[in-house]
């Protein structure tokens, strides 16, 4: 009996250091958590930040297009394909670019 109640009461005087840990351990897991998420915003941002609010190559309204473009009349027309509707008013090459 006097061996479980010493374990008990060391347990109890360690209570207090393993809720701070843990709250610690929370508390990092959050800052990882927002620090991720800060670090992707900044990285889809990046285009806009350095070279201003204009679409670049990635524009996902093209690429539908460009599938599109495939589907409807196959690889060799699509190598071949110069699109007026983008890069207004010179247009592009698509299938060499």
């Known amino acids: 009996g006097l061996r479980s109640v010493g374990m008990s009461s060391l347990s109890m005087l360690l209570l207090p250091f393993r809720m701070g840990l843990v709250a610690t351990l929370l508390v990092v897991q959050l800052f990882v958590v927002v620090w991720f998420l800060y670090a992707a915003y900044d990285i ?10 204009i679409i670049h190559e ?13 589907c409807e009349h196959g690889l060799s027309k699509f190598f071949k ?3 007026y509707m983008s890069w207004y008013p010179i247009g592009r090459p698509v299938g060499t670019t």
């Open 81 to 83: 394909w110069y699109d």
């Open 44 to 53: 889809r941002m990046y285009s806009i930040h350095e070279y201003g609010m």
């Open 58 to 70: 990635f524009d996902p309204w093209f690429n539908y297009r460009a599938a599109e473009y495939l």
